[in-house]
């Protein structure tokens, strides 16, 4: 059995160093090994080629692989401790990744690459790698870094079992990062000119608090130097877990939860926060054992 890796989708470009220097953060407390993973794709090809074909450019790609492996050299001398590589893997960076996805411990990417158009606030990649691989994700943007460290870890719930794991993997990066965690769990109020008689919001979040006490039970079990804060009220989930992500080092979200379409794969939370959120995302879809096959 091998130690799962950090795997950071790295193409040179701004916001791949900054999912590098959180990568290595996460890994000088983890100690986990990291792998930055190039994945090199001729965009003016319109299918894969095959094993064996010669690229279009040889020296685009001798280019790319200098870079990872230059990149990786420099993260060793920064953090010679730890156990960091590169390669360059032929093939759609969504597809290299979910891929790699399969014997990682985490996928970290930056919030834009090179591909695509510059105004777009997510690349393509983030939102696939999110929706389909089988370890957690952290997409980075906005602020991270030391300036950070003192707040706390950020996780929403609905009671959907994409919750559970979330609020698993958040207890875990909580006793990582300074102990404290924020839970939040709201729900959406109807509209004015639709409510009920009946509709009672003291009662609704009453309810909804039982609920979280019950979810937070395991980890508060697992977890009893974790100083855990719960805050539930009326609004929309996205919204709320955006506005309070600009007091949080890292936000952490299931890849589904209630709400939604049950056929996308991707909930509409986990998209507006991708977006939108002033700090590092972790969308988690699966938790992987530590180790994996060698």
Known sequence: MATRPIVVGYDGSQPAEAALAWALDEADRSRLPVRLVYAFEWFGLGTPVAAGVAWPDPETRRQAEAMVLDAATQARESHPDLDITGVLVDGPAAGVLTERSRDAALIVLGNRGH??????????????????????????????????????????????????????????????????????????????????????????????????????????????????????????????????????????????????????LLGSVSQQLLHHSACPVAVVRDLPPVTAEA
């Not at 870890?153 to 990066?173: K, N, R, T, W």
């Not at 639709?194 to 509709?199: I, S, V």
């Not at 009662?203 to 937070?216: C, F, G, N, S, Y």
Request: with cysteine.
């Open 115 to 264: 591909g695509g158009f510059a105004n777009l606030l997510l690349g393509s990649t983030g939102v696939a790698v999110s929706a389909h691989a089988h370890c957690p994700v952290v997409v980075v943007r906005g602020e991270s870094g030391p300036a950070t460290f003192s707040k706390p870890v950020l996780v929403g719930v609905d009671g959907s079992p994409g919750s559970a794991l979330a609020l698993e993997y958040a207890f875990s990066q909580a006793t990582a990062r300074g102990g404290r965690l924020h839970v939040i769990r709201t729900w959406t109020p109807p509209p004015p000119e639709w409510t009920p008689a009946t509709y009672d919001p003291v009662a609704i979040a009453a309810a909804k608090r039982v609920e979280v006490d019950e979810m937070l039970a395991a980890g508060r079990e697992a977890h009893p130097e974790v100083q855990v804060t719960v805050d539930v009220f009326a609004d929309r989930p996205g919204r709320a877990l955006v506005k309070a992500s600009r007091d949080a080092q890292l936000v952490v979200v299931g890849s589904r939860g209630r709400g939604g379409f049950r056929g996308l």
